[in-house]
């Protein structure tokens, strides 16, 4: 009721003819006034936010903060340089040449650094380039002396066959064999100790 008095009210102080002599706003509570009965069991449970989006309004706002300091610093800059070619004149037109001579040798400089630094990058290169011939012809070299001493223990293996062989039983000497046996009997059944001495051998009959 109180509102739709203030409303009226409003209205014809805002009526063509006449002069606003108070400003329209809304009534407030005062701190001590009681809780609105229709707002007595409600808890505020604050609205939930998306991690995903989160992160992305976090990221915008720095993106956002980085360019408008970004702005601030370049017009404040234009402003200060125009402030001061306004106060020094030609000063100014000197300093600026000679921060354009200081520049033009700067990036001379820095040419030149760039071309020492490219000529040590290219030895650098060679270097390595030759260590890992070196290496690799080394490790070829090892690979062939390997492979060689492979060879020479193969045909070492071979020949020691080779004179073994002239100790096999063949038919040829068959006979012959079973003769040196028969005449050259062989007892296997004798006893050793720890030392591996014959101790006890029985008696061939």
Do not use: C, W
Not at 39 to 63: A, F, N, Q, S
Not at 76 to 100: D, H, I, P
């Amino acid at each position: 009721m109180a509102a739709m008095f203030r409303s009226v009210r409003v209205a014809r102080l805002l009526a063509p003819g006449r002069t606003a002599l108070v400003e329209a706003q809304r009534g407030r509570k005062s701190r001590t006034d009681p809780v609105a009965k229709s707002k007595l069991g409600r808890i505020k449970v604050p609205p939930p936010v998306d991690p995903v989006e989160m992160v992305v309004l976090r990221e915008r706002y720095t993106d956002y903060k980085l360019i408008m300091r970004a702005l601030r610093v370049e017009f404040k800059e234009e402003v200060l340089r125009r402030k001061y070619e306004e106060e020094t004149g030609s000063m100014a037109e000197e300093r600026a040449r000679q921060e354009a001579e200081e520049h033009s040798n700067l990036m001379d400089f820095n040419r030149q650094e760039n071309l020492r630094l490219l000529q040590l990058r290219l030895l650098r290169i060679q270097k390595e380039t030759e260590e890992a011939e070196r290496k690799k012809l080394e490790e070829a070299l090892q690979q062939e002396e390997q492979q060689q001493e492979f060879v020479r223990q193969k045909e070492d293996e071979i020949v020691q066959l080779q004179e073994e062989a002239k100790n096999f039983i063949t038919l040829d000497n068959l006979d012959q064999r079973i003769e040196e046996a028969l005449d050259n009997p062989k007892n296997y059944n004798f006893a050793v100790d720890k030392e591996g001495r014959v101790v006890k051998q029985t008696v061939l009959r």
